[in-house]
């Protein structure tokens, strides 16, 4: 049984800093590429980043390059996001989700239950 | 980066009732387009793939059409646990968005 469980979120001031921890199981992590992907309270969906399996590429979304950094450990089936420099409209639900081998062209297959993160003064 | 649109963006409607969203990118996307389902308060689901794939364990009253440009899921007969928020999201090209969502309620 495919497992994300995400950890790490928590309140913080503007100008902070957090790191998102997702632990996996069920699946062979090291061949997925992962994804963090966001909902603010009551708004839709955002995809925020994406790893590939050997952890090689990445990509953002424009709204948090150069601020967020994705990562993984293999070794430890463990999935990262860290945010730096938060600003309060970072203040969302923080989802791990879990897509296959490829970076283009699949959707998202599972997701974690969420982490919440909260920016404010 | 790729707009995603949807309409409606909220409808109502009844058990038994055919359900039809639709999902328009802004440039085409070839058939890389997903649906899922999110209950309030619950992590999102994936319905439908690359289109018109259907996940492994969604009920087949579920089905998605079309490409390029525009893209359709249709709820054949809704069921009462479909009462939902539906969003289609694109991975043509990064930043994979999705679109703003459509509550049926």
């Known amino acids: 049984e495919v497992q994300l469980l995400e950890s790490g979120g928590g309140l913080v001031q503007p100008g902070g800093s957090l790191r998102l921890s997702c632990a996996a199981s069920?699946?062979?992590?090291?061949?997925?590429?992962m994804n963090w992907v966001r909902q603010a309270p009551g708004k839709g969906l955002e995809w925020v980043a994406i790893?590939?399996?050997?952890?090689?590429?990445?990509y953002y979304a424009d709204s948090v390059q150069g601020r967020f950094t994705i990562s993984r450990d293999n070794s430890e089936n463990t999935l990262y996001l860290q945010l730096n420099s938060l600003r309060v409209e970072d203040t969302a639900v923080y989802y791990c989700?879990?897509?296959?081998?490829?970076?283009?062209?699949?959707?998202?297959?599972?997701w974690g239950q969420g982490t919440q993160v909260a920016v404010s003064s | 980066d790729i707009q995603m649109t949807q309409s409606p963006s909220s409808l109502s409607a009844s058990v038994g009732d055919r359900v039809t969203i639709t999902c328009r990118p802004s440039?085409?996307?070839?058939?890389?387009l997903h649906w899922y389902q999110q209950i309030p308060g619950k992590a999102p689901k994936l319905l439908i793939w690359?289109?018109?794939r259907l996940q492994s364990g969604v009920p087949s009253r579920f089905t998605g059409s079309g490409s390029g440009t525009e893209f359709t899921l249709i709820i054949t007969s809704l069921q009462p646990e479909d009462f939902a928020t539906y969003f289609c999201?694109?991975?043509?090209?990064?930043?994979?968005?999705f679109g703003p969502g459509t509550k049926v309620d």
């Open positions: 790893i590939n399996g050997r952890g090689q590429t990445t």
């Open positions: 440039q085409t996307i070839n058939s890389f």
């Open positions: 069920g699946f062979l992590f090291s061949s997925c590429a």
């Open positions: 999201q694109q991975t043509y090209n990064t930043p994979f968005t």
């Open positions: 690359r289109a018109s």
């Open positions: 989700a879990k897509s296959d081998m490829g970076l283009y062209g699949d959707p998202i297959y599972f």
